[in-house]
């Protein structure tokens, strides 16, 4: 008698509460769906421009090479097209227009892409997956694995071969390869004469921003996107027979706080320029 009121009380629930639940079930993915949707072109949204125009071209270049093959899953990011395209149509590929820099000099070889541009193309093709894993389109694992960290790294021992073999530069895109003090002069100066006979205003603010990007070490869309309020000084203690002045800015929405909340970046004024 016991066995059977238990029995009766753990029966399988009845057509009518299994369909119900299903209905609920379904209802919350769609509603989950829905958010997760709202919060991608959100973030979509929210790029900079900068970023728009770096990685459109590149992804719409990898969907074409996926129609090209005629892949079953069409432009959906795998590893292995990743990793394929990346080493087929990409690494090692010449540039399809010469630069103002390589025309005058008159080089007879063809250049190739550089790294950061094979790291670019890395970067818009992860973004493009990531968008696909958020939409439900794709479930695969993120791309960059071990195959694309060997992959990278043998790419960049080769361009460290051809920049000996070459007898390249080494200062270029260095920190040699800035301004120095001369010409940091120079700029100053050029920036107050333009005061004196177009509009001040006009000319203070872009040799704000110089000066702002250069100390800071700060990207275009950083200095453009910072306000006077968010600017402060402090002094540093012990550095010196005289006082010592930090300025720090900070940023609520660039590249330096996208992830991360609030960015700051710190810098001093050079004695040997003239004060704003």
């Given at each position: ?10 029966k399988?629930?009845?057509e ?13 993915e ?5 958010a997760?949707s709202?919060?991608?072109?959100n ?50 590929r010449?540039?399809r ?26 970067a ?24 694309f ?28 390869d ?11 100066a ?10 001040v ?44 002045w930090?300025m ?21 004024r050079s ?6």
């Open positions: 008698m016991m066995f059977s009121k238990l029995f009766s009380a753990s399988a629930p009845v009518g509460e299994e369909t119900a639940q299903l209905d609920i079930e379904t209802i919350n769609q509603y989950m769906l829905d997760v709202t919060a991608l072109e973030a979509l949204t929210s790029k900079s421009q900068a970023t728009k125009n770096t990685y459109g071209p590149k992804q719409k270049e990898y969907q074409a090479w996926c129609a090209l093959r005629q892949f079953k899953d069409g432009s959906l990011v795998t590893e292995k097209k990743f990793i394929t395209f990346l080493q087929t149509q990409v690494a090692g010449s540039l227009r010469l630069t103002k820099k390589h025309k005058a000099t008159g080089s007879l070889t063809t250049p190739v892409l550089k790294m950061k541009t094979v790291g670019l193309y890395a818009a093709i992860v973004s493009l997956w990531a968008a696909q894993h958020a939409r439900g389109e794709t479930t695969g694992t993120h791309p960059k694995t071990m195959v960290c060997g992959l990278m790294q043998t790419l960049h021992q080769k361009a460290h071969a051809k920049k000996i073999r070459d007898f390249e530069d080494r200062g270029i895109n260095t920190l040699l800035g301004y120095n003090e001369q010409q940091m002069m120079a700029l100053a050029l920036f107050w004469e333009n005061g004196l006979t177009t509009k205003g006009i000319s203070m603010r872009t040799y704000a921003d110089f000066l702002l990007r250069h100390y800071g070490l700060l990207r275009g869309s950083e200095t453009r996107q910072a306000f006077l309020s968010e600017m402060m000084a402090m002094k540093l203690e012990r550095e010196g027979s005289t006082e010592c930090a720090i800015l900070g940023f609520s929405a660039s590249k330096l706080s996208s992830s991360s909340g609030d960015g700051t970046s710190a810098m001093s004695p040997t320029l003239p004060h704003m």
